[in-house]
C-alpha cells in the first residue's frame, strides 16, 4: 500500500483507537498516509509480504483539515492492533518512529481516545478522587500541600523540621521534590523514618490527619523496594517522576498493588510537550491515568510554569472525563504558587485539586509555619467568598504573604 491508501475520508470508526495530530508538511495527504503506515502494516515502500489478511489491520486517517499553519488529522487505529495491558507497546505504535520520518516537518499528538476493550485491560488509579478524599478525610475542599524546600541539600532532620512546621502551619500534604532520592546527605530510609515520626507529632498536634509523599523514583527494582519499604513503616503515600522513570516502570509500580496512593510528578514532560514536535500534556495525563496513577501535576496557568489556561483545562479534562471503568485522577497545581494566587486557583479548578506550594509557603517573611498558616488562610476566605483584600484585614500570616509577594 502507498502512503495515500491510508487515506479513507469515508470510513466511521467504531471501537477504534483515535489519535488526533497537529502536523505541518509540503504534502499534508502523504504526510498524514505515512503516520498511519508507520503506525500499522506500512513502510517507506511496498512490499511482496502484504497478505490479503492483515489488510483489516490498516490505520486509516479519516479527516484531514486545515488549522493555522497546519493541519489536524484524525487517524483511527483498529483495537486489535495494540496488546493488551501494555502501555510501552501502545506507545511504540501511536508516538514511536512518526516523530522521525521525512514527510513530516512538525507532528504533534494533541489527543487520543482508546477503545473499550482496551480500557477494560488497565487497572487505572486505585484511589483516584474520591480515594484520595475518603483516605486524607478532606471532602470537600481543596488539599494543601507543600514541597519542602530548598529542594535538595538538607539533611534528614532538617527536611523533617521543616515537614512538620508545614503540617503545623496547616498543609495537609508534605512531599519530596522530583530529584531528592538517596544521596548520601539525606538517604531515603533515614528521611523516611524522621519524616513519619515529624507527621505523627504533627498529627497529635493539630488533630488532623497528615500525609508524607516520599520519593521512590529510582531503577525498578530499587523503586519497588523502596515503595514497599514506605508501607512497611506505614507510609499512606509514595511520589514517583512518572516521566523519566518511563511507562513499564509506572506500569510495573501499579501493578504491585500496594496500599499506596501514587502521585506522579511530571518532571520532563516540557521535553516533550512545550513545543510543536512532541505530545500534548493532555495526552501524557490520559498515559498517567491509564497506567493508574492516582494524582498528577498538571500546570498552574497562574504559577511559573508555561502552559495557558486552555492547556491546563485541558489537562484537567483528560484526568476527570469517562473513561469506562477507569477512575478520575486527582489534579495537582504546583510551581510557583503563593497565597495570592488562590482564589483564582479555585476558579481554575474548582475544589477537587491539590494546591501545592514550595516557595510560597517556604519563602514566608515569617517561616513556613507562617506560609503553610497564609496558604490555609487564603483558601478557608475564599472558600467563604471573602476576597483577599478583606481577609487579609483579619490574619496576620495572610497579610504578609500578600504584602511580600504583591
Known amino acids: 500500500m502507498r502512503y495515500i491508501d491510508y487515506l479513507d475520508f469515508r470510513y466511521r470508526p467504531g471501537d477504534d483507537l483515535i489519535c488526533r495530530f497537529w502536523l505541518k508538511a509540503k504534502d499534508p495527504k502523504k504526510a498524514a498516509g505515512a503516520v498511519a503506515a508507520e503506525s500499522s502494516i506500512g513502510t517507506w515502500t511496498e512490499t511482496t509480504t502484504v497478505k490479503p489478511y492483515m489488510l483489516k489491520y490498516a490505520a486509516k486517517v479519516f479527516r484531514l483539515e486545515k488549522q493555522g499553519k497546519g493541519w489536524i488529522a484524525d487517524i483511527a487505529y483498529p483495537a486489535d492492533l495494540w496488546e493488551a495491558g501494555n502501555l510501552p507497546g ?16 512538525k507532528l504533534r499528538l494533541i489527543d487520543v481516545r482508546f477503545p473499550k476493550k482496551l480500557l477494560k485491560t488497565f487497572p487505572g488509579p486505585k ?3 474520591q480515594g484520595v478524599r475518603k483516605r486524607t478525610g478532606v471532602r470537600k475542599r481543596p488539599l494543601i500541600g507543600t514541597i519542602v524546600k530548598p529542594k535538595i541539600g538538607l539533611k534528614p532532620d532538617d527536611h523533617a523540621r521543616v515537614a512538620f512546621e508545614a503540617w503545623v502551619g496547616g498543609c495537609d500534604l508534605v512531599k519530596d521534590d522530583e530529584n531528592l532520592v538517596d544521596q548520601k546527605f539525606n538517604r531515603f530510609r533515614e528521611r523516611l523514618e524522621k519524616t513519619l515520626k515529624a507527621k505523627e507529632r504533627a498529627e497529635r498536634e493539630t ?13 525498578t527494582q530499587e523503586m519497588l523496594k523502596r515503595a514497599r519499604l514506605a508501607e512497611e513503616l506505614g507510609n499512606e503515600y509514595i511520589m514517583a517522576d512518572v516521566i523519566v522513570l518511563g511507562w513499564s516502570a509506572i506500569q510495573t509500580l501499579r501493578n504491585q498493588d500496594f496500599n499506596l496512593i501514587l502521585h506522579a510528578h511530571r518532571a520532563g ?3 516533550l ?16 491515568r491509564l497506567a493508574g496513577f492516582d494524582q498528577l501535576h498538571v500546570g498552574t496557568v497562574v504559577g511559573k510554569m508555561f502552559e495557558g489556561l486552555e492547556d491546563v483545562k485541558e489537562n484537567i479534562k483528560a484526568l476527570k472525563e469517562d473513561m469506562g471503568r477507569i477512575k478520575p485522577v486527582m489534579p495537582v497545581s504546583s510551581g510557583g504558587l503563593h497565597p495570592g494566587h488562590v482564589p483564582r486557583l479555585l476558579e481554575i479548578f474548582g475544589r477537587d485539586v491539590i494546591i501545592q506550594m514550595g516557595g510560597g509557603i ?7 509555619r507562617a506560609g503553610a498558616r497564609a496558604a490555609r488562610q487564603a483558601l478557608e476566605a475564599s472558600l467563604q467568598g471573602i476576597p483577599l483584600k478583606e ?10 504573604a500578600l504584602k511580600h509577594w504583591a
Open 127 to 129: 484511589f483516584g478522587i
Open 269 to 271: 514532560h516540557a521535553a
Open 273 to 288: 510537550d512545550r513545543e510543536e514536535h512532541g505530545i500534548k500534556m493532555c495526552v501524557i495525563a490520559k498515559l498517567v
Open 362 to 368: 517556604h519563602g514566608h517573611p515569617g517561616g513556613t
Open 207 to 219: 488533630g488532623e490527619r497528615k500525609f508524607y509523599m516520599v520519593n521512590v523514583t529510582a531503577e
Open 391 to 400: 481577609a487579609r484585614k483579619s490574619y496576620e500570616e495572610l497579610d504578609q
Open 90 to 105: 501502545l506507545l511504540s505504535g501511536i508516538a514511536g518512529n512518526i516523530f522521525g520520518m521525512k514527510e513530516v516537518d
